[in-house]
């Protein structure tokens, strides 16, 4: 399915259930806002995005704290959770979602490849964050990491995720939640 087709879907269920949506980019650089500002009337549940490509940015607008990036780098499950959550709390969203990754064609490394990207869902009743590796290029990686905020949050609506447990909620680095 396309991305507008889906955003518009998604964007139908969350009007539908008065829910509110707030997003949080880094490695997308405004791709998902883009989509899911495509649908017309998407005002009426869609609060807004914020890019936050720096360090600085995570932390001062996004609240990310300054020893989760230094402990885990940007590129994290730690860090994709405190974007969402930071950004939830700043604009009083029911939900947000963000993404955090290595886009390519640089800046990859051994523990932390291209392609590798965290995508986090933070509502009232529950936390998610999957991590997905992408074998594209820049934009393939940036479409397919909208395309999975997208599908995450279609997992949530659909009462089909998986949230991650109290427990595992600590400062560790387990494989994929979904």
Not at 75 to 102: F, K, P
Not at 110 to 118: A, M
Not at 150 to 163: C, V
Not at 170 to 176: A, F, K, Q, R
Request: net charge negative; with cysteine.
């Amino acid at each position: 399915m396309e991305l507008d087709q889906l955003a518009a879907q998604i964007g139908h269920t969350l009007k539908r259930r008065g829910l509110t949506l707030a997003i949080a980019e880094s490695c997308t650089g405004g791709l998902l806002g883009h989509h899911l500002t495509s649908t017309p009337g998407c005002s009426s549940y869609f609060l807004g995005g914020i890019i936050a490509y720096s360090y600085s940015l995570k932390e001062r607008i996004l609240g990310v704290p300054s020893e989760t990036l230094l402990k885990f780098g940007a590129v994290s499950r730690q860090t994709a959770l405190a974007m969402a959550r930071g950004c939830r709390e700043l604009t009083g969203a029911n939900v947000a979602l963000a993404i955090t990754g290595i886009a390519g064609p640089e800046g990859g490394m051994k523990e932390k490849p291209v392609g590798l990207v965290y995508v986090a869902l933070v509502a009232e009743d529950v936390e998610a964050c999957e991590r997905n590796l992408w074998p594209g290029d820049r934009l393939e990686n940036k479409i397919s990491s909208a395309r999975a905020a997208l599908h995450l949050l279609q997992k949530y609506l659909n009462a089909d995720l998986i949230p991650i447990p109290e427990s595992e909620l600590s400062d560790t680095e387990p494989s994929i939640f979904s």
